[in-house]
């Protein structure tokens, strides 16, 4: 078929349709299913486990996996956005991050304490996988839409993918519930990962039909390309030195996505860990529900913090948002009971779709005119991929050393001051250096 002009309708559906392919996998091996699992692993008295020949805290150790599974994206995302870019074609870059992404999740279907190696690499490849493809996805947004359409298609992209995963997790749940004992539950558990990896790389196929290979340059790669990427993000570096409003609201990301994306990741660790639930029935069903009810709002939070953006401006509402964001993590640090959690689910979800939206549209607004595209996102994710290590280093350290990740969650508060402060300091207009 003809390539597609920027901006029409079957392109911007396209690009947001893949974040109903994704988002599954955020949802279920993230967020929800894969934390009950790995923790249901572990006897309630007995929280530790050794891997690579130390001992850690079991929720310490898939926090550290995580943060190297981030500082690894950091480090090759730029070589192959490079080469990407010289070649000028993303679509491949996106589809191999993929395809590695879905065949992770299928893998953790043999997930298990006695072979906590292999387990934890197909836990990287899940996790290397969709990130790894939001580079190349991220940074189609200015090439498929104009700056007017930018937040819209952003926060319909989340929303789609929150109502994808939403579906497929009732599913999984359903899945879960029909059985009696633990071992019947955590072998339909294992089934759930499957069903992630088979829709995940399944509902991409449309956005991969549709979506334009990239700007050709007809080159091939050679060796003195491969680290072009490092080169482009000194180039987009110093470039940004010139470009004052977009260097302020980077640092600003930086550190508010910094606490974002930790607590996303380790917020049903700490449900698990941290709430009373009573039985162990009653915990994984109330998890999942809690799980739900954040997907649910966080559409509902997207659309409107899409709207409060188009009356007050995107970093007014990035202010509010961080103000709660603050808010919530003080919250959390004395929350003990199931109510408690719920009423905290429902605020992250509010917030979590609208920070994460209006974030990359907020980026994207903000770029100079360039049709290198690739290299900007490519610099953006790598300082989320950074701020996401230090994030999860942080966390998995206070909660290693202090046993408690209460005391984790509430030094969050302190990113998000510090992104408000920062925030405050983004120029309105554009100011060259």
Not at 41 to 57: D, H, M, N, Q, R
Not at 62 to 73: D, E, P
Not at 140 to 151: C, F, G, K, V
């Amino acid at each position: 078929m003809g390539e597609l002009k920027k901006g029409s309708k079957k392109l911007l559906n396209a690009w947001a349709f893949y974040d109903w392919a994704n988002s599954v996998y955020t949802l279920t091996i993230a967020s929800s299913i894969f934390p009950i699992f790995y923790s249901a692993l572990f006897l309630s008295e007995i929280k530790k486990v050794t891997a690579f020949g130390y001992e850690f805290k079991s929720t310490a150790l898939i926090t550290f996996v995580t943060a190297f599974t981030f500082l690894v994206v950091a480090i090759i995302s730029p070589i192959l956005s490079g080469i990407a870019d010289y070649i000028g074609n993303k679509k491949n870059f996106m589809k191999f991050f993929c395809y590695v992404g879905s065949t992770g999740c299928i893998g953790l279907y043999w997930f298990s304490l006695d072979r906590i190696h292999l387990s934890l690499l197909f836990y990287f490849m899940g996790l290397i996988g969709y990130w790894g493809s939001l580079v190349y996805y991220n940074s189609y947004l200015p090439d498929i839409a104009y700056e007017e359409q930018q937040d819209s298609i952003s926060a319909k992209g989340f929303s789609m993918g929150y109502i994808g995963s939403v579906l497929l997790l009732v599913l999984n749940l359903a899945m879960v519930m029909s059985q009696d004992n633990g071992e019947d539950k955590m072998q339909m558990m294992r089934y759930s990962f499957i069903t992630v990896g088979i829709w995940w790389a399944l509902f991409s196929q449309y956005t991969f039909y549709i979506l334009p290979k990239g700007v050709s340059a007809g080159h091939r790669v050679t060796k003195d390309v491969i680290f072009n990427g490092f080169k482009e993000l000194r180039g987009v570096w110093n470039q940004l030195k010139q470009n004052l409003r977009l260097k302020r609201y980077l640092y600003a990301f930086f550190v508010f996505s910094m606490a974002v994306q930790t607590i996303m990741l380790v917020a049903v660790y700490f449900g698990e860990e941290e709430i009373t639930w009573g039985s162990d029935d009653a915990k994984t069903t109330g998890l999942i529900v809690s799980i739900l009810v954040i997907q649910l709002v966080a559409i509902i939070g997207a659309v409107l913090t899409s709207r409060a953006s188009a009356k007050y401006g995107n970093i007014k509402t990035l202010i509010a948002v961080n103000f709660i964001w603050m808010a919530l993590c003080f919250y959390a640090y004395f929350m003990k009971t199931p109510v408690q959690f719920y009423i905290a689910a429902s605020l992250v979800g509010f917030v979590m779709g609208g920070i994460q939206s209006l974030a990359r549209s907020t980026y994207s607004k903000f770029l100079p005119e360039t049709e290198d595209t690739t290299s900007y996102f490519s610099f953006y994710d790598v300082a989320e991929k950074i701020g996401i290590v230090i994030g999860m280093l942080i966390y998995g350290f206070i909660d290693q050393i202090t046993g408690s990740m209460r005391n984790s969650i509430l030094f969050l508060f302190v990113f998000f001051l510090v992104g408000i402060i920062l925030l405050f300091r983004v120029p309105k207009e554009p100011i060259e250096n």
